[in-house]
């Protein structure tokens, strides 16, 4: 048997999977039948819930450790890793939940994960110049009109349309009770990671309309038009000044 043959049905046999090999050979039923073997796949299997564990924190604070490693359980062999850095496993975990029977009762669980994911992305992100606001306000307001500006390689932003999953990602973030008069109606947030630490901010819906835009390379003036849209009455240059303060857009390539 080629080595590449046994590995894959190796991995086949870890997850229960159909083999892509077609050469399974003779000799991987002796060693899926060997007691280590039940031991090596529960030790994936719990690297594979840790890893979880470690990328969704508030998730896991949220619905106690009991009740996130059950269901890292079913996602871990559902969706094995992908890739060996396990920092960045668990990608699509907040889908996952959306779908999950036991957090049907939970229905702003897989924002709060999205947010989560929002920060481990940002953590990782390639660094970049943050765009400076004296650049800016130096600029032609013709030219602004038509010009494109760039998210931060480091910025993540998310918006719940129904849930106040932000300030329940927050709370649990920063170390504090939830308000009791906590409002249930949707909120955003913005993550950047400005000074080598990932921070975060209230972001509003116009908010995450404009860096939508902005990241689908839309022109300033229609970046502008979109925020408008998403929040009749925003103040842009609240806006923009929330974005720079926040390193949330990048210096514009030389």
């Not at 109606?185 to 939508?212: E, I, K, M, S, Y």
């Amino acid at each position: 048997m080629r080595l590449s043959h046994f590995q894959d049905a190796f991995a086949a046999a870890l997850w229960h999977t159909p083999s892509p090999s077609a050469h399974s050979g003779a000799a991987l039923p002796d060693v899926v039948q060997h007691p280590a073997f039940a031991v090596y796949r529960n030790t994936v299997t719990k690297g594979c819930i840790d890893a979880l564990q470690a990328n969704y924190p508030t998730v896991c604070a949220l619905v106690g450790e009991a009740w996130f490693r059950a269901a890292a359980h079913h996602y871990a062999q559902a969706h094995p890793p992908q890739d060996a850095r396990l920092t960045h496993y668990g990608g699509g975990f907040a889908t996952f939940l959306e779908h999950f029977g036991p957090a049907a009762e939970l229905p702003y669980l897989a924002d709060v994960a999205r947010l989560d994911r929002c920060w481990t992305e940002s953590h990782l992100a390639a660094d970049a110049n943050a765009l400076d606001a004296a650049w800016l306000a130096a600029q032609d307001a013709s030219t602004l009109a038509t010009m494109a500006l760039r998210p931060h390689p480091a910025a993540r932003w998310h918006h719940s349309p129904a849930h106040p999953a932000f300030a329940l990602w927050q709370a649990h973030r920063n170390g504090l009770a939830l308000p009791a008069d906590i409002a249930w109606q949707g909120d955003g947030g913005l993550l950047t990671r400005p000074q080598g630490a990932v921070q975060w901010t209230a972001l509003p819906a116009a908010g995450t309309a404009f860096l939508n835009a902005c990241a689908r390379g839309d022109r300033l003036e229609t970046a502008a038009l979109a925020a408008l849209a998403a929040e009749p009455g925003a103040d842009l240059s609240v806006l923009m000044a929330l974005l720079l303060h926040a390193g949330a857009l990048a210096a514009p390539s030389p």
